[in-house]
């Protein structure tokens, strides 16, 4: 329960799911629009690879940017021990 909780806490993993329900939600709306099957088939394949990309550069940003915070907290740790800590050197 506790993986499932941080799973949907997770930007990445949400948009991940969008991304999934879109790529099926996608072909079963085109079929509706009374599309030729052949070219519904490829405008799907076509959308569905738009998603895919987008939700991958998504993740791959969202996962850059939490990195960049991760290393700014520990450098402020680094720095916050060296000037406080008994790691700084003596006057």
């Known amino acids: 329960m506790v993986v499932l909780?941080?799973?949907?806490?997770s930007k990445?993993?949400?948009a991940l799911l969008v991304g999934?329900?879109?790529?099926v939600i996608t072909p079963l709306l085109i079929s509706q629009i009374?599309?030729?099957p052949a070219e519904a088939t490829?405008?799907?394949?076509?959308?569905?690879?738009?998603?895919?990309?987008?939700?991958s550069a998504y993740m791959v940003g969202?996962?850059?940017a939490d990195n960049g915070k991760e290393k700014a907290k520990i450098?402020?740790?680094?720095?916050a021990l060296i000037v406080g800590g008994s790691a700084?050197?003596?006057l």
């Open 62 to 64: 969202q996962g850059l």
């Open 34 to 36: 009374g599309m030729d």
């Open 12 to 14: 990445k993993f949400i």
């Open 75 to 79: 450098e402020a740790a680094a720095e």
């Open 42 to 55: 490829a405008f799907a394949a076509g959308v569905s690879t738009k998603i895919a990309a987008m939700v």
């Open 20 to 23: 999934l329900l879109a790529s």
């Open 5 to 9: 909780k941080q799973l949907l806490g």
């Open 88 to 90: 700084a050197p003596a």
